[in-house]
């Protein structure tokens, strides 16, 4: 068949949910995904038996009745995962080269204060300050709450929040003020740009409650991919698409092996930048592409996949954030300083609770690092890059073994990866982690909308309103939404609970 109802290009996370959503809706949809696994950022991979995650190391909001919850329940995907709750009492501990305590948090807003308050007992009421001014930016997002859903986006004045400046006033103490943006690789925190809701829509939910994916991502996507062809829709593996094309409005699509696939619309979950160069110069898109390609991208990743010896390194039911300095916004490090900061976990799966059998340790890598290698594919960059990553495997290896005591003795072998691997695998700019940056001082310009100015064009995915599971699966919603209407989706997901 070469007509659909729907396209959709790109089968990541955003994308596959787009297709379990509209093939329920009864659209005939069509994933059209380049790689041989569809996935994208959640898919993960086995190495000497042992399962790594690229990109989903755990998720938030999935306890009963709360917003992952429900949103996976409407995907009708939540009683088929296997998960794992994290450490009520630390599922993340922040820490410092200055310092041996292990700052933890803990899940459940008043845990959360109370264990705090352990390491800092004079700042008690600026942690309870703190949850209530997250809460109060959390609300402003209806489809974060599903409340008061009559409301589509956020109140823009909670938008021009700067997380670095509600941060660093919110207390005198700079390292409490340090260790509140411990997790903020989670989203590539940075001084200048990142704003509080971004801040707080992830850590307020992950305190609420954090859980682990068990037996990776791929076991997710399989689930969501079951649902897609239950519901009557396609996943083509292997076809990249090479042109949107039409007649002033997207019609069809061009794959590399020449085939033309049609549709009456197109989402595209691949990067708005890289849509737009998709588009047919015969459709007019001059000034929106102008105003996309002007938008910045976060930094990407470094990442060591390490497999262990059996029975020698515990499963750790938290991930480990380290800084060198006293400095939790470390996106702008020095390259002579460079490893300052890791986060370290180990994936949860179904042999052990007790041993892990692989870690997994991410720091950030400035594109200009693996720039002289941009024009070279996975596998096929030489000798150099090779030696390149094993001399940065090494050191950031030394700076974990200071923590880690012992750690190398227990490894059986790693692999590595950079940011060329990320832009490669996904496509995604620069091998940038969570797309385009969203800014404090110009939030309107760097909220990406899912109707395009392209005529039966859609975005979805992590560049709409922000990143990660519960970020790409709200951006899905709010890309049917366009299709089958606001008001009758966000019913059909209240009338499940
Ligand atoms: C290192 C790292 C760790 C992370 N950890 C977490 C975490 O613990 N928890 C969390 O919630 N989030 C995490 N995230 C973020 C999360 O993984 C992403 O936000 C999310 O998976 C992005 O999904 P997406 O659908 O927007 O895009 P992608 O996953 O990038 O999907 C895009 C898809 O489009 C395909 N594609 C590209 N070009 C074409 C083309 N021309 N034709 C056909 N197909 C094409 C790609 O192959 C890919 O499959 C992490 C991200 C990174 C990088």
């Not at 659209?27 to 569809?38: A, G, L, M, Y």
Request: charged letters at 25%; proline letters at 3%; one cysteine or more.
């Amino acid at each position: 068949m070469n007509k659909f109802d729907i396209i959709i290009i790109g089968g990541g996370l955003g994308g596959l949910l787009c297709a379990n959503v509209l093939s329920k809706e009864g659209f005939n949809v069509c994933v059209i995904e380049k790689n041989k696994k569809q996935g994208g950022s959640i898919q993960s991979f086995a190495k000497n038996k042992t399962i790594f995650n690229t990109g989903l190391n755990y998720t938030e909001g999935l306890g009963e009745g709360e917003i992952l919850h429900k949103y996976f329940k409407f995907f009708n995907i939540i009683d088929k995962l296997k998960i794992k709750r994290m450490d009520i009492d630390a599922f993340e501990r922040i820490s410092f080269d200055d310092d041996d305590a292990e700052y933890p948090f803990a899940q459940g807003y008043d845990n959360f204060v109370d264990k705090l308050s352990t390491h800092f007992p004079d700042e008690r009421n600026n942690l309870l300050r703190y949850i209530a001014d997250m809460k109060n930016v959390c609300s402003s997002f209806p489809l974060y709450t599903l409340e008061n859903t009559d409301e589509i986006s956020g109140k823009t004045d909670i938008l021009n929040i700067s997380a670095y400046n509600y941060l660093t006033k919110l207390s005198d103490n700079n390292k409490l003020n340090n260790i509140l943006a411990g997790m903020s690789s989670l989203y590539a925190g940075d001084k200048n740009n990142t704003p509080m809701y971004i801040h707080s829509l992830i850590n307020y939910t992950f305190i609420k409650s954090a859980w682990r994916i068990i037996d990776g991502g791929s076991y997710m996507v399989s689930i969501i991919s079951k649902e897609i062809k239950n519901n009557g829709g396609t996943i083509l593996l292997n076809k990249k698409v090479q042109t949107i094309g039409g007649k002033n409005k997207a019609e069809f699509v061009r794959l590399d092996s020449g085939e033309k696939i049609f549709a009456d619309k197109i989402i595209s979950n691949i990067h708005p930048k890289n849509t737009l160069n998709l588009v047919d110069d015969n459709i007019n898109k001059s000034a929106f592409k102008t105003r996309i390609d002007s938008l910045e991208n976060s930094i990407g990743m470094f990442s060591v996949y390490i497999v262990l010896k059996k029975n020698q390194f515990p499963y750790l039911n938290y991930n480990h954030h380290h800084f060198k300095y006293v400095n939790t916004w470390t996106t702008d490090y020095l390259i002579n300083e460079w490893p300052e900061h890791y986060m370290l976990y180990t994936p949860a799966n179904s042999n052990s609770d007790k041993w892990a059998n692989g870690i997994i340790i991410i720091t950030y890598m400035k594109y200009d690092e693996v720039k002289k290698w941009e024009k070279t594919y996975t596998e096929q960059r030489g000798e150099d890059y090779l030696e390149f990553k094993t001399k940065k495997a090494e050191k950031l290896l030394d700076f974990v073994e200071k923590k880690f005591p012992g750690l190398r003795s227990k490894i059986k072998c790693y692999y590595t990866s950079t940011p060329l691997t990320y832009r490669d695998y996904t496509g995604t700019p620069n091998g940038s982690a969570y797309g385009i940056i969203k800014k404090y001082n110009n939030p309107v310009s760097t909220i990406i909308k899912p109707k395009t100015r392209i005529e039966n064009l859609y975005f979805t995915g992590q560049n709409l309103n922000m990143h990660g599971i519960l970020g790409v699966s709200i951006g899905a919603v709010l890309t049917c939404a366009e299709i089958v209407g606001y008001n009758y989706l966000i019913k059909k997901i209240k009338d499940i609970f």
